[in-house]
């Protein structure tokens, strides 16, 4: 395992200090994989990862257990965490069932969405045009985009089922589809633009064509 070394801030001491090392170590973890420090079908080394973490393996192993939950990392045999590994049949399934699920939350969030929200999540969207790579900045764009209709469609279990799915999309995305950060941002806007003028419809149909863009460009790129 790549030795990490990421820097965490103090966490305070009675306690919530066990509670906020584990949050701590959640995001540190969380991270890793999505700079593909920690890279799918990787052993997470617990007492490697504690010790660069500076904390003991009670917090870390808490952290990971909640990245288990969210199917970032998966418990192998050996009572050991490895992280998830996503191939391209599995990506491209679950693909499909967001190309089901998400056009139809944004139909419904359509008009429900407050107005200032909307406009600043364009606004990270227009910032990306140009980038070549993906960054944290795009993956937080992304995620304010698919989340913004999805936590306003009204459908708590419709916004579960997409999470997770996301968290299966993100993951291959990460390993092999760097690269793809201009399109994106260009069917984003398209999306926010349907969404700011309330166009069920249009918003509808500006989600399905940016996942099936998507979905070419993989078949396309991806061997």
């Known amino acids: 395992m790549t030795d990490p070394r990421p820097d965490l801030p103090d966490a305070p001491e009675g306690p919530a200090a066990s509670l906020n090392l584990s949050g701590l170590a959640y995001r540190a973890v969380a991270d ?5 420090r920690l890279k799918g079908g990787e052993v997470v080394v617990e007492q490697r990862l504690a010790e660069a973490l500076g904390i003991s393996r009670t917090p870390l192993r808490e952290a990971l257990q909640r990245l288990e939950g969210e199917g970032l990392v998966l418990k192998a045999a050996n009572r050991s965490f490895v992280v998830r590994q996503v191939g391209l049949a599995e990506y491209l399934h679950s693909l499909k069932v967001r190309e089901i699920l998400e056009p139809e939350a944004a139909a419904l969030a359509a008009g429900h969405i407050p107005a200032g929200r909307l406009h600043a999540v364009r606004a990270e969207a227009v910032e990306l045009q140009g980038a070549t790579t993906h960054t944290d900045a ?5 995620d304010n985009v698919h989340r913004i ?19 299966t999309t993100r993951l291959f995305e990460i390993a092999r589809l760097s ?7 260009g069917e984003h806007i398209a ?6 003028e309330g166009d ?4 509808r149909r500006a989600v399905q064509a ?14």
Do not use: Q
């Open 179 to 185: 690269d793809r950060v201009g399109p994106d941002s």
């Open 32 to 36: 890793m994989i999505r700079d593909r």
């Open 191 to 196: 999306i926010l633009d349907a969404l700011i």
């Open 149 to 167: 209709y999805a936590e306003h469609c009204g459908n708590e279990v419709m916004a579960r089922l997409i999470e997770g799915l996301r968290t």
């Open 138 to 142: 795009h993956w937080a764009s992304d």
């Open 210 to 223: 940016h996942l099936r863009s998507l979905a070419r460009f993989t078949l396309a790129t991806v061997s």
């Open 200 to 203: 069920a419809k249009r918003a």
